[in-house]
């Protein structure tokens, strides 16, 4: 066999990297193949370290910079937290599930092995999917950020309390709103929150960004789909009594003020997915929203 990936690392769900025994069977049969393997420190905690392995445990950093595939045991939410952490390395991620959706994590744990078998013969697909970087400014100066794979979600934090906000695209005012908060997703977060909230899926390979208003205190303010390289202002009212924070992908929270503004544009480079020759996306939104199944 031709190996295409001559340096592998591998990214464990946190708290839970053995779950189903995939962990150690992905281990076995790369060992057996003589591929040099890397684990993730972050990830893989000491408690749970893998026997002959105990000098390959590194930083997420030395993974993107050594690595010639990066493999992520988990459940998407697994693979956002490496995406974030990866996107500036152009390593190509490869996800196994052991989530409950997988839409990003598509290989089957059942399937773990004649899946490698092709694809470290260079036989799959590759996809480039792209990010969010989002700013939080306060009295003009940049107080925090974050990356995001999915979305961007400027929300409230108290429960049935709505927040005020305008909304720019490229410096272009589109409205005043108050709503429990506006959602700024990729194509891939489109079968995220954004649509849990009524926004449309959008097909990975358009270069397009969805805004979706989270229950907004109107019924004229629908969903809208602008070019991906928009530049996206948030900007908080000075006179909200709710609280209000801007999270990324769901994992990271950034604090806010009242008359704080969120800048959201996209990276300057994409995260490569790995998928098995036969991965169709359609095919997935069939499986994972159970399109045309009886009632």
């Known amino acids: 066999m031709t190996i295409t990936f001559n340096t592998i690392g591998i990214i464990g769900k946190h708290g839970a990297p053995n779950t189903g025994g995939v962990l150690k069977e992905l281990l076995v049969y790369l060992q057996q193949r003589q591929i040099k393997v890397l684990l993730d420190s972050l990830s893989l905690a000491a408690d749970n370290r893998q026997e002959n392995y105990q000098e390959d445990y590194v930083e997420r950093r030395v993974?993107?910079?050594?690595?010639?595939?990066?493999?992520?045991?988990?459940?998407?939410?697994t693979l956002l937290n490496a995406a974030r952490s990866l996107v500036d390395y152009e390593v190509p991620l490869l996800g196994i599930n052991l989530g409950r959706l997988g839409f990003l994590t598509d290989v089957a744990p059942s399937e773990l092995q004649q899946t490698l078998d092709k694809i470290l013969k260079g036989d799959y697909q590759e996809e480039r999917r792209s990010l969010l970087h989002a700013r939080v400014m306060r009295d003009h100066q940049q107080i925090n950020e974050s990356v995001a794979l999915n979305d961007v979600v400027v929300h409230t934090c108290n429960v049935a309390r709505m927040i005020e906000y305008?909304?720019?695209?490229?410096?272009?005012?589109?409205?005043?709103?108050?709503?429990?908060?506006?959602?700024?997703?990729?194509?891939?977060?489109?079968?995220?929150?954004?649509?849990?909230?009524?926004?449309?899926?959008?097909?990975?390979?358009?270069?397009?960004?969805?805004?979706?208003?989270?229950?907004?205190?109107?019924?004229?303010?629908?969903?809208?789909?602008?070019?991906?390289?928009?530049?996206?202002?948030?900007?908080?009212?000075?006179?909200?009594?709710?609280?209000?924070?801007?999270?990324?992908?769901?994992?990271?929270?950034?604090?806010?003020?009242?008359?704080?503004?969120?800048?959201?544009?996209?990276?300057a480079h994409s995260i490569r997915l790995v998928h098995p020759t036969d991965y169709n996306y359609y095919g997935i939104l069939r499986a994972k929203l159970h399109w045309g199944k009886r009632l």
């Not at 993974?63 to 992520?72: F, K, N, Q, T």
């Not at 909304?167 to 589109?174: A, E, H, M, R, S």
């Not at 489109?190 to 969805?210: D, Q």
Request: aromatic content about 4%; hydrophobic content about 35%.
């Open 63 to 77: 993974l993107g910079e050594s690595c010639d595939l990066i493999i992520v045991v988990g459940g998407d939410g």
């Open 166 to 267: 305008e909304t720019y695209i490229n410096g272009q005012f589109i409205n005043i709103t108050r709503s429990d908060g506006l959602i700024v997703a990729t194509p891939t977060g489109s079968t995220a929150y954004a649509l849990s909230g009524g926004g449309p899926i959008v097909h990975p390979s358009l270069n397009a960004l969805v805004l979706v208003p989270i229950c907004p205190h109107t019924m004229s303010y629908r969903p809208i789909v602008v070019d991906a390289d928009s530049r996206i202002e948030i900007v908080l009212s000075d006179s909200n009594q709710a609280r209000a924070q801007c999270s990324c992908d769901g994992q990271i929270d950034l604090s806010l003020q009242n008359g704080d503004k969120v800048v959201i544009e996209k990276t």
